[in-house]
Nanobody, 118 residues
Framework: QVQLEESGGGSVQAGGSLRLSCAAS????????IGWFRQAPGKEREGVAC???????RYSDAVKGRFTISRNNARRMVYLQMNSLKPDDTGVYHC????????????WGQGTEVTVSS
């Protein structure tokens, strides 16, 4: 049973930083791809970052250069370092697993809320 639990969200001023963490149960990181998504009220869910195997991380244009996805398999943790935050980064952030970035994500965490104030 794959279990994912996000933490690290909060309220920050524009220009600030947050690091989100995704704690994974056993076997969760055996999936090839780990992604981070976000959703703001009234908006569609948006993929922001994905890490698959030994491939280079992928980022949406909106966060490229500001966000960094990483993982520590031994600790069963996935991270999203978010710098230079903007109000448009506000939303509920989820981590999820998939066979490949851009594929179907089958397991999701409950989400952690990020609010960026101008």
């Amino acid at each position: 049973q794959v279990q994912l639990e996000e933490s690290g969200g909060g309220s920050v001023q524009a220009g600030g930083s947050l690091r989100l963490s995704c704690a994974a149960s056993a076997f969760a990181l055996d999936y090839y791809a780990i992604g981070w998504f976000r959703q703001a009220p009234g908006k569609e869910r948006e993929g922001v970052a994905c890490l698959a195997g030994r491939d280079s991380p992928r980022y949406s244009d909106a966060v490229k250069g500001r966000f960094t996805i990483s993982r520590n398999n031994a600790r069963r943790m996935v991270y999203l370092q978010m710098n230079s935050l903007k109000p448009d980064d506000t939303g509920v952030y989820h981590c999820a697993t998939a066979v490949a970035c851009g594929g179907d994500y089958n397991y999701w965490g409950q989400g952690t809320e990020v609010t960026v104030s101008s």
